[in-house]
T-cell receptor
Framework: GQSLEQPSEVTAVEGAIVQINCTYQ??????LSWYQQHDGGAPTFLSY????GLEETGRFSSFLSRSDSYGYLLLQELQMKDSASYFC?????????FGIGTKLQVIP | GAVVSQHPSWVICKSGTSVKIECRSL??????MFWYRQFPKQSLMLMAT???????TYEQGVEKDKFLINHASLTLSTLTVTSAHPEDSSFYIC????WGQGSTDTQYFGPGTRLTVL
């Protein structure tokens, strides 16, 4: 089976940088994804890493180390609207498994 | 980006009735769709994988006779909750899986359906 670990909650100040870590155990690993979900809404895709290294998309970056079974999501220049839950997810051929989610609270 | 619609967005029904939820990919074809269930403040729990033209693959612990999934076309998958009971009340979300450029694995989620069974 698959298992993922990520912190349940993180608090950061507006304008700062925050990193959300994710470690995983799985077989048949294809890649690691990150999704954002605001309260009451559906998840939206943020990024996908299939290879080691950093992927940057605007204020968001995602990193993967396959040898360490580890990845992180980096959010820069935090805004109040970034307050949401962030899920890492591992892709295998048949399906995608989500972590428990990290609730990010951005404070003024 | 790709858009997935889900209907209805919310539904209230009496215990013992059946509810059908539709998931459509609006501007692309989706060979694979997923159905998730999410309880408040919890993660997405995969219920089943729906592949067009074949039987759905259910996760362990999900009753296939209770949660009927049909993926009759490349743009439509349906989930029917049969003989619903209050414990089935939850947020049901579908997604369409797309393998993009550079082998990017992306899921586009529908807006979700909030089911309340009285």
């Amino acid at each position: 089976g698959q298992s993922l670990e990520q912190p349940s909650e993180v608090t950061a100040v507006e304008g700062a940088i925050v990193q959300i870590n994710c470690t995983y155990q799985t077989s048949g690993f294809y890649g690691l994804s990150w999704y954002q979900q605001h309260d009451g809404g559906a998840p939206t895709f943020l990024s996908y890493n299939a290879l080691d290294g950093l992927e940057e998309t605007g204020r968001f970056s995602s990193f993967l180390s396959r040898s360490d079974s580890y990845g992180y999501l980096l959010l820069q220049e935090l805004q109040m609207k970034d307050s949401a839950s962030y899920f890492c997810a591992v892709s295998i051929y048949q399906k995608v498994t989500f972590g428990i989610g990290t609730k990010l609270q951005v404070i003024p | 980006g790709a858009v997935v619609s889900q209907h209805p967005s919310w539904v209230i029904c009496k215990s013992g009735t059946s509810v059908k939820i539709e998931c459509r990919s609006l501007d692309f074809q989706a060979t694979t769709m997923f159905w998730y269930r999410q309880f408040p403040k919890q993660s997405l729990m995969l219920m089943a994988t729906s592949n067009e033209g074949s039987k759905a693959t259910y996760e362990q612990g999900v009753e296939k006779d209770k949660f009927l999934i049909n993926h009759a076309s490349l743009t439509l998958s349906t989930l029917t909750v049969t003989s619903a009971h209050p414990e089935d009340s939850s947020f049901y979300i579908c997604s369409a899986r797309v393998w993009g450029q550079g082998s990017t694995d992306t899921q586009y989620f529908g807006p979700g359906t909030r089911l309340t069974v009285l």
